[in-house]
């Protein structure tokens, strides 16, 4: 995945980000961790690009559902930064979705947290991004026979 670089400048850019501000801001008092494993997650290794409106990080994605991602990475943005995600799947068309931070998971320091990273929930999603995710979700399972969801 090559560097994505996004301004200020950049209309469609900048409605993401407001309308992932907007959501994150009216769900602040709901509950997240009662809807956290709602959708069945999948493990995958793949690149993923956050981009925030000062935050930029290049990192590595451990599992996808349907409803978002979990991003390892040792410093994890605060809950409720919107995000513009960028990955792609392999054999797929690449994805460039709007996201909200949902929850943590910090490096401790007893180093009994093997994996630190943010849990990132897609919002505004278009009915046919959702079922790009449905279909790579579905090519996992296809091949990989017999795996385990996480």
Partial sequence: MGIMVTTKDDPALEAAMLDA?????????APLSADRRNSTRYEVSWSVDCAGDDTFLFASMANISEMGIFVLTTDPLAIGTPLMLSFSPPGHEPFKLA?????????????????????????NLTPDDRERIVEVIRAICYLRPGSEPS
């Fill in 21 to 29: 501000t907007r959501s994150a801001t009216t769900d602040s008092d």
């Fill in 99 to 123: 996201g909200r931070v949902t929850w943590i998971n910090k490096v401790r320091a007893n180093g009994d947290n093997p994996n630190p990273g943010m849990g990132v929930r897609f919002v």
